[in-house]
């Protein structure tokens, strides 16, 4: 059995490009797919937008959030029982408004990333989060089983700082975080659950944060509503 410290596989994301589009066309121009967005492909279903003629999709009355990419992820912030959320809305209010707390065996997408070995026991987060009333960010959080049993993070309420601060409470605080970004159409439950207006895409982001031995204590895939958020990265040339 592996232990999630060598051979990480590049998360990459399921590209809709890779299954047919509904009318029967295929686009072009089509990317390569990386090994986790091919391992991912089969059973997705794909909302395809409907244009209205008249009606553009992508105009939206919407206060979105700037989503600082590093400064919300440092040790400052959960470290001091803040979440790595509030450093992004300021005094707006960010709420979960589903969280569901699972063990489930990880897909080989998910094992790869994370260096285990496949259907290797993880504990699954999934949350939805609503600004001003509006559904904004899909978060699913997997962790390996065996590192956060009988802790809070096994808890709808993981206490003060969230997961990280727990994570370093048992002694695997997160040193080091790798994003991947891209941008697609949502499949049909992400556009229902996001409350999509028709032909509005989704970023879709994946976090992977490892210990100070390399090990990867936790894979975060977010689905964002494309509106909704500004995302912005600030770092030294």
Partial sequence: ????????????????????????H???SIPEPSELATACAVGFEFAVPSYVV???????????????????????????????????????ELAVDSVEVTHEPASAAV?????????ANLCVRRRRFVLDGKPVLLSTS????????NSPITEPDTGPG???????????APARFREELRSRMPTRPEADRLELPPGAPVI????TAFDTEGRVVEVNE??????????????EA
Avoid at 142 to 149: H, N, R
Avoid at 204 to 207: D, F, G, I, V
Avoid at 222 to 235: P, R
Wanted: no cysteine; aromatic share 8%.
């Fill in 26 to 28: 295929t686009p072009v």
């Fill in 162 to 172: 969230g997961v990280y601060a727990r994570l370093a409470d048992l002694g695997h």
């Fill in 142 to 149: 997997y962790l390996p089983a065996d590192l956060v049993a």
């Fill in 54 to 92: 008249g009606a553009d999709p992508f105009v939206r009355e919407f206060r979105p959030i700037r989503r600082r990419g590093i400064e919300r992820l440092a040790r400052e912030q959960w470290g001091e029982g803040r979440s790595v959320w509030a450093a992004d809305i300021g005094g707006r």
């Fill in 204 to 207: 879709h982001l994946t976090r």
């Fill in 222 to 235: 977010m689905v964002l509503d494309s509106a909704a958020y500004v995302l912005e990265y600030d770092f």
């Fill in 1 to 24: 059995m592996r232990d999630g410290r060598q051979n990480h596989q590049v998360p990459g994301e399921l590209d809709p490009a890779l299954g047919a589009v509904e009318d029967g």
């Fill in 111 to 119: 094992a790869g990333v994370m260096g285990l070995d496949e259907a």
